[in-house]
């Protein structure tokens, strides 16, 4: 059985470097400081933890040499170029200054902890949108810290599902264990042709000796609490049916929530968080991370909540007033958790999700059962 211990990884400094993400400016701060308003952090069962840099021969281990030397030499020539024109350019800062800082402290922390057997739940949210390569980046990030840290926890634990939530398939991710039957990959997101990034489709299945250890859920506009729990539920207790992991990397971006901007779908902290919990219920370390979300109150609220959930055998009401702090003018004029859900069409109706399930059904009837 799993012990309740739960590592919440933070440092003032990553979240600085964090804060300056051009898509999710001030987030980290956000997310953080109402996490820490509502008391999250004092339980005695949490340890914050401070994330070391990263060594670039760990960013490596998934990265290409080139790629991460390029990327680590950038905040150096950046500076040598502002210090040749700091007389003619006094712009302030270029988006870009910091790359090399962002990309080394991105996903260390993870690194560092996941060696420890003692520490079997953790709590983390930041950046990691789950849309890169070895090469290049793609989406938001430089580094796909979602794949170094599952490569990380293989030391410890010889089977990982890799469970996403976010609006955006993780084709990254996916990418990276598509040979290997130790590391299921599963991904609930939206997919429609010309939808970012394109990838995702329930045709993906895995390559060779990682054949059927992918599953994509694809799913259409106006998602909804009760219809992505119905799907979810359905899928994760299938693949746990037949894979058995010995741990769980859970990705939950909130970009799917009503209010964001890619107004998609239409879920509320509620429904993420019913997911949160039903992985919860399977008592196996668990890696929680953030992922997408572009309604920074909002997802400031739905990370709030789940944090509850994880942290806390009762989570915060739904509805809880928002405590004083620093940041507490970010959700006026409500002042409360809640994300209401809209009137948007929910276009997975009943058939729809009887033929995605009907295909899971499908797709892992190729693995042997326990
Ligand atoms: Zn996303």
Known sequence: MASDRIAYVYDPEYARVADRLPANLNRSSLVHGLVSAFGLLADPRVDVIKPPLAATSELKRFHSSDYVDFLCGLDERR???????????????????????????????????????????????????????????????????????????????????????????????EAAFQHSEKVFT????R??????????????????KGKFYCLNVP????????????????????????FRPQAVVMQCGCDGMAQDPNREWNLTPAGLGAAVAAVKSRDV????????????????????YLTSLICRSEPLDLHAEIPDHDYAGAYAPGHDLA????????????????????MVDQRLMHLEQD
């Open 79 to 173: 500076s040598a170029t502002r210090d040749a024109n700091e007389d003619t350019d006094s712009a302030g800062d270029d988006d870009s200054d910091g790359v090399s800082t962002a990309a080394s402290s991105d996903e260390d922390g993870l690194l560092d902890i996941t060696y420890s057997a003692r520490i079997r739940r953790r709590a983390r949210y930041g950046l990691e949108h789950v849309i890169f390569t070895r090469t290049t980046p793609d989406g938001f990030c430089y580094v796909n810290d979602i794949v170094l840290a599952t490569l990380a926890m293989r030391k410890a634990f010889d089977t990982i599902l890799i469970i996403d939530c976010d609006l955006h398939h993780h084709c990254g991710v």
């Open 219 to 242: 799913l259409q506009t106006g998602l909804n609490d009760a219809h992505f729990h119905s799907v979810f539920r359905f899928t994760v207790d299938r693949v746990w049916d037949r």
């Open 191 to 208: 997919h429609a042709p010309g939808f970012f990034p394109g990838t995702g489709s329930c045709e993906a299945v895995g390559r060779g």
């Open 285 to 304: 370390p668990t890696l929680f991370l953030g992922g997408g979300g572009y309604h920074h109150a909002n997802a400031a609220r739905c990370n709030t």
């Open 339 to 358: 994300v209401t859900a809209g009137n948007m069409q929910d276009e997975n109706d009943p058939a729809y999700l009887e033929g995605v399930m009907a």
């Open 186 to 189: 599963l991904s609930f997101h």
